[in-house]
């Protein structure tokens, strides 16, 4: 079984300011990990992952996420917002991808808002 | 290429009503995956299905809900006798073997 949890369901950050989205996860086997970025009324679109290798992930948009296995965390980092940052940011996880098939569990959703 | 096309966009259907919420996946995928958004909550998982098969299913509710991807035309994510509880976004995915690639929705409202 796996899970994801992101404790912060709100996240307000003035623009050009830093920023970290928080993810902690459990697994029962190796992973791989994800952010999505959603905009209203939108899909959701992936902005990095993590399959192996580089603990240190660089995505879309100038964010970043780091792989830190004994904490079984994934932060989402961007050194400095900009008000089209705007969204909710869903972590997610899946087990391997066993014949095309990969099973994702998301956490619930950070809604980042960039003040001016 | 297209993306993942969804239709339509937005559902209003009455207590009693069936709903039927259509996804094209992206030019070559053969694995297609719907998920679930209430209100103020992440994604859960519903179904994953191959071309003609149900692979898992052990996201769907019991009743009333059902799921196909036929081998041809676009899966269709059925509801029957919906719900003020099913009012929720209904988004699929499309893989080819990995990574999947998200449709922009379908925002079901029961009155």
């Known amino acids: 079984a796996q899970s994801v949890t992101q404790l912060d369901s709100q996240v307000p950050v003035f623009e050009e300011a830093p920023v970290e989205l928080r993810c902690n996860y459990s697994s ?3 992973v791989y ?49 900009h008000i089209s940052d705007t969204a909710e940011y869903f972590c997610a996880v899946s087990g391997p ?6 099973k994702v569990t998301f956490g619930t959703g950070t809604k980042l808002q960039v003040i001016p | 290429n297209a993306g993942v096309m969804q239709n339509p966009r937005h559902l209003v259907r009455r207590r009693g009503q069936e709903a039927r919420l259509r996804c094209s996946p992206m030019k070559g995928h053969s694995h297609v ?24 299913e052990s996201g769907m ?15 269709i994510l059925r509801i029957q006798q919906v719900v003020r509880g099913d009012s929720a976004a209904y988004f699929c995915a499309s893989s080819s073997s990995g990574e999947q690639y998200f449709g922009p929705g379908t925002r079901l409202t029961v009155t």
């Open chain 1, 28 to 30: 029962s086997v190796s």
């Open chain 2, 33 to 56: 995956y719907w998920y679930r958004q209430l209100p103020e909550e992440g994604l859960k998982f519903m179904v994953y299905l191959q071309k003609e098969n149900i692979i898992d």
């Open chain 1, 97 to 102: 991808n066993s014949g095309g098939y990969q």
């Open chain 1, 33 to 81: 990990l994800f952010w999505y970025v959603q905009y209203p009324n939108q899909g959701l679109q992936l902005l990095l992952k993590y399959l192996s290798g580089s603990t240190l992930v660089k995505g879309i948009n100038g964010f970043e996420a780091e792989f830190n296995k004994s904490q079984t965390s994934f932060h989402l980092r961007k050194p400095s917002v």
């Open chain 2, 61 to 75: 509710p019991k009743e009333r809900f059902s799921a196909e991807f036929p081998k041809e035309g676009p899966s």
